[in-house]
């Protein structure tokens, strides 16, 4: 019978593979305010003179070669997590619900519906990754710019004068990803949340396709957070202890960022499924 202590270390495994992820993620991007701080102790010695033109070019082009680095980096990060990492989590969440109903994990297999479930969502996590990858490139080569006019102004000028470092870094955070709203978070928690996100929507996916599927289930069984709703943290409907339809299940995989939800196998008489899968 599947033990308490089992059901705690199938969690725990979740959040060491959250943690090595995020670990990965974070250090891949720390390429990028490491360069923003290179290129502006570099530009800062540049003095006015006949070399300060060449100087001032190949500290931009020394910029852009680590930006080329980052993009290495994280789009290497990106591809393993969706084609590796996120098809793991799917199967972690997959034997959960085996454990959780007692039933052997040689019973499972990657059936067409659990790989077309994973694919939809590694594609879709692969493009939110990537576009924040386009985006923060985006933003080094406008901070790249700024910082090279400031540069060939002050040399221009005859100044030597040190830059206004910090109203360099305060216009362009290359060390924050800049959320819809304008908000911004540093890189860590960004990746933290993200990733988590996509790593438990991802195993309680296969958690659920899982119980229909191997333990031919329509319902499961909500174990969340207390007073955590089913939509939303801020949801009325309050998701622990429920019975839910597979269907609302897919639907609602968690309710926010760092959710803890987890679906359990509901043992009832079988109602129709429909076109939920």
């Given at each position: ?104 994990r040689r019973s499972w297999s990657w059936t067409t519906r659990h790989q077309n479930a ?58 924050t990803v800049i959320y819809a709203n304008d908000a911004r978070h540093p890189v860590a ?34 174990r969340d957070g207390s007073g955590c709703g089913w939509t939303s943290h801020r949801d ?42």
């Amino acid at each position: 019978m599947t033990t308490p202590t089992r059901r705690r270390t199938l969690r725990a495994r979740l959040l060491d593979f959250i943690r090595d992820a995020t670990s990965r993620l974070t250090a891949a991007w720390r390429i990028l305010p490491g360069a923003q701080n290179t290129l502006l102790d570099t530009l800062d010695r540049i003095r006015p003179g006949r070399s300060a033109s060449a100087a001032i070019r190949a500290a931009q082009t020394a910029f852009q070669q680590r930006l080329a680095d980052f993009d290495r980096a994280v789009a290497a990060f990106t591809e393993r997590w969706a084609a590796t990492d996120l098809p793991l989590a799917y199967r972690e969440g997959a034997f959960g619900m085996l454990d959780r109903a007692d039933r052997p994990r040689r019973s499972w297999s990657w059936t067409t519906r659990h790989q077309n479930a994973v694919t939809a969502l590694s594609a879709q996590y692969y493009a939110d990754l990537t576009g924040r990858l386009q985006e923060a490139l985006r933003r080094a080569r406008a901070f790249m710019r700024a910082a090279v006019d400031a540069a060939r102004t002050r040399v221009s000028r005859f100044e030597v004068a040190q830059f206004d470092r910090d109203t360099l870094r305060a216009e362009h955070p290359l060390d924050t990803v800049i959320y819809a709203n304008d908000a911004r978070h540093p890189v860590a928690s960004w990746a933290e949340s993200t990733l988590s996100w996509q790593a438990v929507t991802t195993a309680n996916a296969g958690a659920v396709g899982t119980a229909y599927e191997q333990l031919g289930v329509t319902q499961v069984q909500v174990r969340d957070g207390s007073g955590c709703g089913w939509t939303s943290h801020r949801d009325p409907d309050a998701a622990d202890g429920t019975i839910r339809d597979i269907g609302d299940a897919l639907a609602h995989p968690v309710a926010h960022a760092r959710c803890v939800r987890e679906f359990l196998p509901h043992f009832d008489r079988p109602n129709a499924l429909g076109a939920f899968l």
